[in-house]
């Protein structure tokens, strides 16, 4: 779906938008990985910032099934950095529902952070249950199961080096 080449030159993209709009801040910069989905396009995207910056991770599940609309987000790995006072960048691989992320933007807010924004690589709009505002967004993508560049299936593939389709799978393992 995204070749390595595309992803790339997105990301360089990101990168210079979010040092162009955080260039004059005096407040710290911690740029939040959500794992495990999004530590590649973290790892690209923080060195495409030319900016000082702290990295820092949280882990997250998502419980309740397509039967239950309230759904319950837990964090499994909470942030080492503390965020009052600070610009907050959260990176996300993908949004779906937006479910996870509504949670965590509320959790993060209640910290008293000076801003809080959101980049993800990916969004499928088509899926949204939830309404969230998201500052930088890589490329939307229509509803299909997507995998590669961080993003998994059953823990695996994650290392592909691009994005591709589930259906696709056959061609990947020959
Ligand atoms: P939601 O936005 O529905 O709360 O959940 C988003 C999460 O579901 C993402 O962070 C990701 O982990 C997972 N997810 C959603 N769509 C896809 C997809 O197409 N492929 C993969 N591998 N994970 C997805
Ligand atoms: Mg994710
Ligand atoms: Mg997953």
Redesign the pocket.
Known sequence: MLTEEQIAARVAELGAQITKDFKDVEEDIIVVC?LK??IIFMADLCRKIELPLKMDFMTVSSYGNEFVSTREVKIKKDLDENIMGKHVIVV???IDSGN?LKTVLKMLGHRGPKSVSLCTLLNKPSRREVEIDVQYIGFEIEDEFVLGYGLDYMQEYRNIPYVGIMGNLDELED
């Open positions: 959500l989905g999004s996300e691989d993908i996870t």
